[in-house]
């Protein structure tokens, strides 16, 4: 697979080699319902996109129908990409009561959860537009709404009711404050499409518990927490689809017979006469709970016209099923790794298996080090930040020299640390320099903290790697290419093992071995043990890890730099 090709195009098109039609021929965009003159943009914009991922081909057609999509497949399955290429391909047109109609207003409306992340749809779609022969002005595309210093309220607001836009990205306390500001803004009324990226993250539920177990209380409390404070997302669906609401609630004891009845004549059933926009769910993490919530609950959805996609759920790609040094269908697997920190010792975790050789494309010097190699150079520029030097670090020091260690031994060109999430993320960059590593907050906005990365595979080996450091909270849904390595200081979600820690180390890992590429994920942790008072038992940082791989059934790899 070639390094040099754009963005999210070689793993694109490394997945769709292996999607064919019943006659044994692989899909076009065009089978999928993309107009002739938009696909032939997709191809110009992203050379290496030819033919369309397996999960792209079930939920392409159904937003180009107007269904409603509850999608949730592993990370790395094209979702978001093919979100855009479905949003670009919808006409131009608003609803008008129970028609549609052309206008140059907003068609839809998509809903992230950080700006970064905004801006790597807004990047993709930038590259189309580029590439028209006749392009448009890009704003009257595709528009971005996030807090930024509070120009979202300003510039953002202004540009927003001169030229609406196709497409508009925002986060959603951005689109709050747009719509407590001018509620006519953002044009809820008339929207074709609604699209929640994500959406595990922005609408939380609690999991249903049985009323005999000791924790029940502490869930019923969570649950009406979440009543008197639903958060944003909540509120802003709450609002767009009140008459869905309305209706789901009438029908929420109807017979099934008759909703039999009623779904066999789908298009003249009274959901569709409300002239509400489709709604479009997506996450690669959808538990149990948030689906029972979303689709019985909720009331966002219209139950009669909605496609659930599952995707393939046998961990195809190896990137949270496997140590070995290929899958069953030849694609590279993720090498998984814990290593301990303590002050005197720098070790993999007990039980690791041995490292798997020629897992990932150009390497690093791979040479072996011991916790005394450790190196400590100070930043380029010589610039020290006097407030750093007067303050205690929240970092544990022997950890982020362990990090410097092994992203200096072992990263060719780009790597991602992803901290805690209340961590001061500008510390670390400012510790990680003095450390000698070459590191930039994560910004998809800027060219060197992140958009070069995001649209260009860049070469197999850099003269000067590029550490990206972020928190959870801002690399959901996130494809850069280049990536080889992430790096996670701490629990996910942590302390506590739970189904969100576990879920938040999916996403984590999930950067990394996307579309048959191998990749590696290490996990810097104390070597210590403390008492959980909930349980009374003592564990240590690593027994916790070892319990999040567990349940995702991965068997840690030792990490060669280390002992």
Known sequence: MSRSAEGYADALAAQGTSIVDK??????FEDLGLHAPMAASFRTAFPNVLYPTETQREFIPAILEGKDVLLSDVTGSGKSFGLVIALLNKPRTVLKGTKTENADNITSLVIVPH??????????IQKVVNVSNTPPSLSSVVQVLVRDGGSHLGNGLSTLKEQPPHILIGTPQALVDIYRSDSQALQLSTLSSVVVDEVDYLVETVPRKDPQKSFYKATKKAEQKIQAHPGVTRQLLDIIFARRKELNERRRDEPGLFQQRRRANILDGPMRQLGTPQL??????LRTHLKNYLFDESGWLDKDNVLKVAGNKVKRNGRLSSASHQNDDGAKATQ?????????DIRNISGAMPPIEDSSEGEGSGQRVSPAAVFALHDEDGKESEHYSTTRSPFNPNA??????AFAVDVPSVALLVLPASSPLQRAVHELRELGVNAYGLDLHS???GRSHLLSGGEA????PTLLVSTLATTRGLDLPELTHVFVLGIPEGPKVNARSVDAYVHIAGRVGRFGRGGKVITVVEDDEKEEEEVGKVVSEGSKMKRILGRLEITPVRFEPFV
Do not use: K, P
């Open 115 to 124: 700006r970064d992340l905004a801006y790597q749809l807004f990047h993709w």
């Open 23 to 28: 006659e044994g021929e692989r899909a076009t």
């Open 461 to 464: 080996v850099s003269e000067n």
């Open 447 to 449: 060219g060197t903290a």
């Open 336 to 344: 998984h790794s814990v290593i301990l920190v303590s002050e005197h």
């Open 400 to 405: 982020l020299e362990a990090i410097a260690t």
């Open 280 to 285: 479009i769910l997506s996450s690669a993490t």
